[in-house]
């Protein structure tokens, strides 16, 4: 998913975060990215509220299924050092 910054209408990134990533794992990171600033290469960060309506809503979307995607893991790590042990 890509969205173009409200500034300067160049690509936008969601941001990252090495110290979240690092507590967490990859889970931690993908929760982190999900609710994080985006990131303009040209213009830095930029709050949600700069965004227009829809793309915030897009976006918040993106963000519940990112969320999703990384409970999914974690309950995948489960099962799996669950099976391992058996
Ligand atoms: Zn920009």
């Known amino acids: 998913m890509a969205y173009s910054s409200p ?4 690509p936008v990134q ?3 975060n090495a110290a979240a ?4 794992g990859l889970a931690g990171a993908l929760i982190f990215a999900a ?6 290469r040209g213009c830095g960060k930029i709050p949600m509220n700069e965004f227009p309506a829809e793309v915030r809503n897009k976006a918040r979307l993106g963000s519940l299924a990112m969320v999703g995607g990384a409970l999914l893991l974690i309950v995948l790590v489960i099962v799996l050092q669950v ?4």
């Open 35 to 40: 609710f994080g600033s985006f990131q303009c």
């Open 14 to 16: 969601r941001g990252r």
């Open 21 to 24: 990533g690092f507590a967490g």
């Open 83 to 86: 099976f391992m042990r058996s």
């Open 7 to 10: 500034r300067c209408g160049g």
